[in-house]
Structures are given as structure tokens and as C-alpha cells.
């Protein structure tokens, strides 16, 4: 029987679940094991790594700096294959590299094989935060898609959270080489899970974007005939939103790639308890994503970044005077982690925001070229002032002050009504 739109037939034949929510749960689920992977493994295992390896805090920069090179080389080729040959080809793909990489890692054996092999893990992760961010705004209405970033965004912070728990446990029982090869697998297993249950677009399946009916369907701001990389790069909103995505992503993995080695190695707190800083960042990261990228659809994402990079600045420094104490400690981490929480989804709003629907992951793909780079500068000058100072309290200032920066930069660009009026 065939079935005819707008009819009770057609309502019939509806499934009761939105597949949006179902490509939301299989993203969260991929978003989950990779920053176990990217952010966990390595800011808990890495005091472990040094002992072992032999290697001093600028070096432990460079192996980070390994990842995000080929990161941030691959990502502009992961979003462009986004918008040309779906998310659950790439997504399913590149999971086979994020998984080898991470089984590789736990037999690395010198800071040569480290780098290396965690390049390969940057190959793999590059295809995650791209084309699940713009799958998700797909499939997500307007006034929804901050909604549905903000359930997401616990994904990630739940993923690093419980590293900062299990896996002191396993090096105790075991070796960090068996936290590498646990997360590996659960990497590959990733390849499976998200051929089967990803969709690319709600339009193949003859459903609109969760959130939104026929008519509150508004055109782009932007012309999409034609619009390319040539386009993209000419505009000034796309090199405002990258020099601040750059500095903030320097500020935020100075602290984050350290804290748990500056708990350690500095403060000679016990490496069990130094470990649940990172999960302590995690759980107030999760309400900090939901609470300020539901506000951020309602003040705008420009004001809510300001917002949120001032008082991720004042939050740094509250962990650098904080020294050894460490219930003042763990409240710094934990005012960090709830501004930090929503930083990433809200710089992939903002792609959308400013730029036509067809190439959001292209648009995302190159604005990630500039957070990779500060990803990379970042741990590589935050160590390296650490050795040369012999505290990391110097490294955690120029965190502050990358994110304070990358506030004001951010504040240039227009409300999102303002430059609709002027495209239009």
C-alpha cells in the first residue's frame, strides 16, 4: 500500500522513534570511546609513559603533537568526504585507524614509536568530531540542534571521566600498555556499530530534521550555488571563528593533557587520587554542556563564547593559586570543566550557524585545521616552559591568557541576525 504524506496512513507508517535520536545515541556511543582514547588515555597514562619511557615533559608534548599532526592533515579530507559520500562510510572507516593506532600505542617502546604510532591515532579520531557534528546538525531543526549538541557533548566528558577511574586500576593490576590495548579494541568494535545504525540524511529516509516542520525551514544565509573552499576561506566570519577556535584549543590542552602530571610530578599527590581530576573536569563538564549550549540557543552562541572563555581564564587561574590544596584544587578543575564542557559542540554551531547546510562538514573540517594546530602547539610550549621554568604553573598561565585572546576574538564576529541582513 503506498503511503501518502500528511495522512493517517502515512502517521501509521511513521517509525516511533525519530531516527535522529538513533544516529544522537550511536554518536554518542563513538564519541565515548574515541575521547577515552584521545583525552583520557593519554592525560592519565601519560605520568606512567614518562617513567617508563624516559622521557622529559617537552618530549611528552611531542608525542601529543604526533596525534594532532595528522589530525588536523586529515580532517579537512574527512569533512570534505562527509559532504560528498555520507558520515557512515567515513565514520565507519576511519574507526579501523583510531582502533590500530590505540592497540599500537601499548607497544610503543621509545618516544619515536610513540609519535608515530599516536599519529595513527589522529588519522582515526579525525573522523569522528567532524562528521558526527555535522550529522548531527543535519539531523536536528534550528532550535533543537543546540539541544541535541548539549546531550551529546556528556559523551566525551564521560569518556575521559571513567579513564580517570578504571585506569589507575588496570596499571596497578597490569601495565598503562593494557589500558592502550582495552581502549584499541573497543575502538575496532566502533567499525561495526556504526555502519549498521548510521544514516546520512534525514531526506533519504522522507523525514525533515528533528525539531522542525515544512514551514519552519528557513534558507541558509548564504548562497549554496557553488559555494566551495575558495568561498569559505574569503569570508571573514570563517577566519574569526578559526583564530579563536586556535587559541582555545591551545589554553584548554595545555591544562587538560597536564593536570593529571602536574598532580603527580609536581604537587606529589598519589597518581590514583591526581587521576580523578580529569574525572572530576568530566562530570561538571557534562552539566556545564547541557546548561550553556541550551542558553547559547536562546542569547546566541557569540555572547555564550565570550561568556564561557572569560570564565574558563579565571578558572585556570584559580587552579594555579589553588597549589596543593587540594579540595581548592578540585573545585578549580571542577569550575574548568563546567565552561570547558560545551566549548567544542558550540564552535560546531557556529559552522552552522554561519554557513550553509551542504557544507558543514567542509566548513568543520577546515576550522578544525585551526583548533589542531593550537591542540598541537599547545602540550609542545606548555612543556617545554615547564622544563625550562621547573613548574607548570607558567604553562597554565598561557592557558589562561589563549583563552581570555580567544574571547576576544570572538566578540568581532556579528550576531547571527546582523549578518544575515548583511548576505542578504
Known sequence: MAIIRGTAVDR?????????????????????????????????????????????MTQAGMIRAGYFLTYILFSPLTGWLMDRVGGRFVISFFCLFLGIGTL????ASNLATAIFFHGIVGIGAAAVWTPISALIQKWFGGKKRGLALGILSPSYALGFGLMGIILPTIVKNYS???????????????IAINFL????????????????????????????TSFNYRNIIRKRTFWLIGASYLFISLGVYIVSDFIVTYGVVELKIP???????????????????????TISDYI????????????LALSILFIILAKGNISLLRVGIGWFGFVYGPIWPMYAACARDYFPREVGGTVIGLLTLFYGIGAMAGPIIGGHLTDLTGTFRWAFGLGAFASLFAGFIIGFLKRLKEFTKQED
Open 12 to 56: 501509521q507508517h511513521r517509525p516511533k522513534i525519530h531516527w535522529g535520536w538513533v544516529v544522537l545515541g550511536t554518536s554518542f556511543i563513538t564519541l565515548f570511546i574515541n575521547y577515552s582514547i584521545r583525552i583520557g588515555a593519554y592525560s592519565v597514562l601519560l605520568p606512567k609513559m614518562i617513567q617508563d619511557l624516559g622521557i622529559n
Open 104 to 107: 599500537l600505542m601499548g607497544q
Open 176 to 190: 598503562w600498555r593494557m589500558g592502550w590495548h582495552l581502549l584499541g579494541a573497543s575502538g575496532l568494535i566502533l
Open 197 to 224: 545504525l548510521l544514516r546520512d540524511d534525514p531526506e533519504k529516509l522522507g523525514l525533515l530534521p528533528w525539531g522542525e516542520t515544512a514551514k519552519s525551514i528557513s534558507p541558509p544565509p548564504l548562497s549554496e
Open 271 to 293: 597518581y590514583p587520587v591526581a587521576s580523578t581530576l580529569i574525572s572530576i573536569m568530566a562530570l561538571t563538564s557534562i552539566v556545564g554542556g547541557f546548561v550553556l549550549m
Open 300 to 311: 546566541g552562541r557569540v555572547k555564550s563564547l565570550v561568556i564561557i572563555h572569560s570564565l
